[in-house]
Every structure is written in C-alpha cells, then in structure tokens.
C-alpha cells in the first residue's frame, strides 16, 4: 500500500526542499542528484534518499551513499553488570585500550558505528565497574560519535525556526522559535486573513505566516531597501500557488501613500533583481544573498555562522557549477535587456495593485519583526490595519518597545497593549534521572501586542479608559517600585 | 463573524466582546430585543450593537463607554464559561507550531474540558482541517458541541463523548498531530499512534506533574515514537511605567551637582532617562514585572511517531 501512495510531500523528491537532521541540529538543503553534502563533518549525496517517505532515517555508507536505516537490533548487552558507584574509578587516561590508530583503522576498514561502539565498550577496562546510568551515558555519547545516522525532514515552521535560532540567530534578530509561535497565535494567523507582515528576519517570519495561511487569504510585506529577503521562506518549499497572494511594498512609499502623494513614477531603484529571482526560485535553497547582505550589513561574527561557512561556500560553488552560467552569459545580455523592461513594467504593476490593496485600509493584521526601531513602523503601518484586529511588534530589546507602548498610548486607537517574553525550559526525563537541563536560552527577545479600536479622531480618549482601569493604584505602584529599587 | 473568519459588522446572532478595559471584558451574544448590562449602564442590542463595525466605541446609557470587538480564540480563551482548568493562550502557541498545525491538519484532542484549545486548533486547521475531540464528561461534550455551532465552526470539529484511554479517538490513521490533556496520558498512547497517520506525524501530552511526564515518555518510547522532548513555557509580562528614583543627598554643595554626570540639559525627551535637580530625581521608563506570576501550568511533551 505504502509503494502506491504518490500524495504530494509525501516522499522526498528531486527538487524538493528538506531539512537534515542529526541528533538535535539541522540543516535545509535542496534535494538535487549527484550533489555532495557537508553536514555535521560528514559528506555525502542524496541521490538515494529520493523516493523515500520524509522521516526516513538513514545511515551514511562508504561512499557517501544513503542507506535507509533498520529498525536497531538492540546489540543485546549480555548479562547486565554494573558497579553501585565511583569510588574504585581512577582517571589514569589508560581505561581504553583501542588507541587512536586502531579507532582509525576500523572507520577506514568501513566497519559499521555500532559496531565499533561495541569493540569501544569491551575494550573498557573500566565500563563494567560504572554504574547503570554511566554505562548508558558512556554509549550514548559513543553512538552520537561513531554511527552516522541522518533523518531526513519536510521542513516546517517548528524546524526551520528552531534551526535558525540554532545556526544563525544574527539573521533573525535572535527571535527564538517560542516567540515566534507567541507571534503567530496573538496575531491570529489563520487562513483567509489580509496580512501585513514588516521583517528583516531573512524571511523566516514571513514563511511563518505563510504556512499558517495555507494559500488562502492574501500577504502584504513590506520591505526595506531593493527588495524583499526571502531565503528562508524559500527553504519552505511552498507550492507556486502560495506566492499568488503574496505581495510586496517598498517602506520608503509608505509615507507617500499614507499623504496621498504617491506615484510610481519614481519607483524605488530596481532591486538586485534578487528579490525577483529568489521567488521564481522558490524550491532552491539559497542562503546566499542573505549571508552576503548580512556580511555587508553588520560585521557581527556568529560564531554558528563562521563554523557553516565552509559549508555555505561548498554549497555555493556547485550550485554555480551546476547551472553552467557563465558559458551563455554573454548571448543572453541582450534577452536579459528587454526581460529587464518586461520584468520592471510587471514590478510597476503589481505595486500599483499593492498600493490599492494598502489604501483599502481593512487588513486583518500587522506582524513587525526587523531590525529597525518598531515605533516609527506601527505608527504608519497600524493606519492600514482595520479596527478590532491584533498586531503584534517583535523587538530583540526591551526599551524601543517600552517608547512604541507610551506612543500608541498617545495615538488611541489601539487596546489591550501587552509586552511580554516567554522563557523556556527544557528537561532531561529519564527514570529516576529528570532534570531541567543544565542551560536555557537567555534571551529571546520582546514581544508588543494589542487590538486596534475604531481611532477617535476629536480626542484618543481610548488611551484614557485602559489608563483608567490598568493603572494600579498609587499605593500599590508604590510597593512595586519599592521591591526592584 | 465567525471564529475562522473575520467579519466587519456585528450581526445577530453573533458572539462579540465586550471590552471595558485591560483584563476586563466579557463575551455577548448578539440578539435583537437583549439587553446586556455594565457597570457604565446597560447596552441595547438592537440599537448599540447590531449593524456597528467591530472595534467601535459603544456608548451606554450612563454616559460610559466600552468597544466591541471581535471573537478571536485568544479573546475567547480570556472570556470563556470554565467548566475545567483551561490551557491559556503562552501554552497554545507552542502546542499549535510543535504539533506543526496549518490549514487542512487533522487533529485528535482529548479532552476537550473547556474547549479553550479546541477554538485555537479549530482557527489553525480551518478551512480544509478538522478536529477530532474527545471527552468522556457527557455535560461538557454537550456544551461544547453547542458552543462550536453557535461560533460557526460545527463543520469543523467532531465531538464524540467516550473515554479515550479505553476507546481511543474513533478514527484511525487520520491524523496529523494528536494533543492530550488528561490525568493519565500514557494510557491513550496506544490509541494516539492508531490515530496518526501510517506515515507519522507529531504527538503532545500535557501534564502539570513530572511523574505523569516520565510515565508518558516510556509510553512514548516503547510504542516507538522519537524526538521526544519535554519542555516548559513561561510567559513574563511587563507594566510599562515611569519610574522616579531619587538623587541621594551626599552633602555637596549645590552648585556642584552640575559636576556629577547627569544630563538635565534635555528634559523634554521622554525616551531618555531625565534628571530634575532641583527635585533631586532621575526618571526613566521601564517594564516592570509583575508582582506574581504563573509560575507552572505544565510540562509538554512532544514526540514524533516515526516509519517504524
């Protein structure tokens, strides 16, 4: 039955988009034959993973070669012996008598991991006297080392986010995948909504939304700049139908189109064309230009970044390879020239479309998630923004939200204004061996919300009625400030 | 209105709320002829409601005023009738995105208690998704197939009335995702994994105390499940004030104080900490956290029911 099912995202196709995964890190890379991968210090192609079902676990074989990984045969530990505790453990660093040399000679002999585990265990003089749970620790950090076992993911927000805030949180203002989901559910994403979206998170937010819409409903980003980021909205393998309804407004028209003095005659400078190439590509994973626009931006060095660069380069390389670009460039200037024009009448069109879409001034939602200061964005945005909608500001500090909170308040026509964080927690659960774990993300950034209200436009006395009832009274607000002096 | 799509007038028969300010507010159902009482007097349906756009100011018959918004499962979830400890808004986020939900999921829950969540999945899976619920309190399945057809989501969601952890959840291999909120969840894992899809697909169980967690992660893992991760969410909320700290008195002479560092050339900018002298105070903003806070609702656990 399992052969005959064909439903689409089912099984891992050429040109797919697909996360790697190995233990608790991932990497999204395209599904492309003959294509060598670098993940985790391990290479291999992904030409026999093709026309598994997404989930599938593989092993990685002599060769680069994927092979799909049986169920563990449990190498039944014989007899169960173990020590009460430590006391007779001496580090004398002679406890394994494999050296280095003979570990080398195994993996190169192309013995399977767990089996080298197994020779790693018997050759421990001191494995037996451990205790229970040191045994178990001991052979776990042995299989993560030596048995190379790669699964294979459909990408989704809940990965996606969690692999970026993992590799590089500098490319989304270190937005943690909690709050993001925060984002989601205060903004009431749902499909059939009329989203305004505003990020400078490599379009990790927008991607976001995106699923969360399923292609219905329509999506007005606005973007900074030439044009918008969306490599990581492409590592979700959306189908072509998503980008239908997704459209896009430069900020620096807003001010224009909010006095009414908008044209397009004096159109943006054309973008890069990257913003263009990065939507018809969409099912390429290419984390390119955003490395190099965050290499341009900011020397800020993450030190998840710097370790993947060799990756990122190798990746970089063959793609170049593969399209074989160079060859036919000179040929193609002269289609190129009037694609050009073609392509830059379409843009005006479709921004002439978009400012319309704005200009109706009853969308469903704002999302702000960038690196700018969030204040001046919801003071124009929210105008575009029906009333009794949410809105929800992202900022990686506390403070410009604390001055965006006093000049809402200021403007009316918003309620319920919130600023929040979540913190989370993870825990080892284990018998008789359940902890929190050892470390816990320390920042994940802020979060500003509320609804918009019909604005009063005599007076913003709606500001005065949550004044009202949200302010504590004086003795108490004394107490607060009393207790974090 | 409906909960899965928004409307721009507020119509009879409607669920709206009634906003009278921060944390306080109450849902309505809109009916010609009702009356609806507040403290700032009473609300006419007919004349004050019916025919208004969400987010209007509503003025009642004392002079006060409230707004009327639209129903949001966030909104529903702060104003809802608790016939049961409900999960809030901070835990549903989480849920919603690890579970992976988007437009046409399926999804199994048990229980449905006050049907908190089920809004919040109903909202995620619409319009081609539905959600399967089950509660085995006879009373509140009733409730709360009554409450989804009066938010126009009946089409959405099956309630069935039967016990999960002996019956399961009345389909099998259907779903996407599979949520548990119930005393001992690792009873139903058995009846999770019939439920998920031959394929896989994503499992959460939701548990205040750690000794139901490590009893459902050995459920987990001897049905074969991986990825299995147990996590916590906090939500810390912050009041924004103004806060006046005053200048210790050290005994300089006054004209001196020019000399001790703060900027008192700028006191018309708000966003900046401002020193008034004369006063002898600096004032800055800041959020300041609440005096309580929730501190555990409970542990969730997520797995993945792998190919094998």
Redesign the interface.
Known sequence: A?EA?TRPG?RICEGDCAVLKRDDVFKAVPVLRRRKIIFEKQWFYLDNAIGH?????FEVTSGGNLQPKQ?MEEAATETKEAGTDNRNIVDDGKSQKLTHDDIKALKDKGIKGQEIVQQLIENSTTFRDKTEFAQDKYIKKKKKKYEAVITILRP???IL?TMYYAREPGKINHLR??T???M???G?I????KMIVMETCAGLVLGAVM??????GSIIQMYPGGGPVRAATSCFGFPKPFFNNLHEFPLSKVDSLLSGTFSTESLPSEPEDNALVEEESNGSIDDKQASLQETEEESTTETAMESNQTEEQETMDINAEDTGFKENQEKENKENVREKQRKQQERRKKLIETAALLREK?A?GLIVASKFHPTPLLLSLLEFV?????FVVYCQY??P???C??KLRERGGV??L??????????Q???DR?HPKLTMSGGGG?LLSG????L?KSKSD?SS??A???D?PSSK?R???D??? | MSF???G?TIKDGDTAIV????E?MFPVKVQHGTVTQTKYGVIRHSTDLIGK?????VTCSKGG?V????P???LWTMNLPHRTQILY??D???I???L?L???SIVCESGTGSGSLSH?LI??V???GHLYTVEFHQQRAEKAREEFREHGVEHLVTVTNQDVCKNGFGVSNVADAVFLDIPSPWEAIGHAKSALK???GRICSFSPC?EQ??RT??AMEEHGFTE??????????????T?S?QIPDLGKASEDNSSIGFDSSNPSD??SPCTNLQQGTVQF????PL?EMVGHTG?L?FA?K???
Request: with cysteine.
């Open positions: 399992m099912d089912l079902i997404y989930g599938t676990t169920e989704s927000t809940r986010s995948y909690d993001l989901a925060q989601l559910t205060l009431n749902h499909a059939g909504n699923e969360r819409m399923g292609g219905y009853n469903d029906a009333p009794s909608r949410p506390k403070e939200l604390l001055e909170y006093t309620i319920n919130k600023l929040s964080e979540t913190w989370l927690r993870s825990y659960v284990l018998p359940s802020y609804i918009t209200v019909v009063d709606s009625l949550e009202l009832t949200m504590e607000k107490k607060v400030q207790l974090h002096c | 899965v799509e928004y721009d906003f009278l300010g921060h306080s756009k969400y987010g209007s100011k005023w707004f009327i918004l639209h949001t499962p966030e808004s901070t549903i986020s989480i919603t995105m690890m992976e988007k437009p046409g919040a909202r995620t619409a319009p081609t031959a394929e896989g750690i967690v490590q992660c050995l299995i991760n147990t996590l916590e969410i906090l939500l810390r909320v912050y009041n924004v004030r806060i700290l708000e966003g903003k800041s959020g300041v005096r542990y656990t993945t792998s190919l094998f």
